[in-house]
């Protein structure tokens, strides 16, 4: 599915570059994984995309240093397809069953986890 660049803020492609290949060092932040090798795992090229961890896509807070899944301030986090994929499987599941337009209304309610 494309990405709706109107959601984001103006300046994404630089964040999202920022995140990719400076802070992560072109790997995936979650399983290590390298961008553009074969995954460990599944064996497919990995492309590594930016996750939202509070699935809020105006919220751009990262923090400059390594990525800490117990930092705040860290919203965005490089992953491999396979780690965003788990980590948005829940999410997912719940836009099937009551569509994307439900889950904005109640997101900030909602615990992801």
């Known amino acids: 599915m494309p990405i709706d660049y109107s959601e984001y803020p103006d300046n994404w492609k630089e964040i999202s570059e920022y ?13 290590g994984a390298e ?6 795992i599944t064996g497919s090229k990995v ?4 996750a939202h961890i509070h699935h809020e896509k105006s919220d751009v807070r990262y923090n ?3 990525y800490d899944p117990n930092d705040e301030e860290n919203n ?3 992953e491999c397809q396979r780690c965003h994929l788990t ?11 009551y569509g994307r337009a ?9 615990n992801f986890d």
């Open 19 to 31: 995140i990719r290949f400076e802070r992560a060092g072109n790997k995936c932040e979650t399983c």
């Open 35 to 40: 961008n553009y090798k074969p995954h460990p």
């Open 47 to 50: 492309i590594l995309t930016v």
């Open 64 to 66: 400059p240093k390594k």
């Open 76 to 78: 965005l986090v490089a």
């Open 87 to 97: 980590r948005d499987a829940k999410l997912h599941a719940r836009n099937r069953k």
């Open 102 to 110: 439900h889950n904005r209304k109640e997101q900030k309610r909602l």
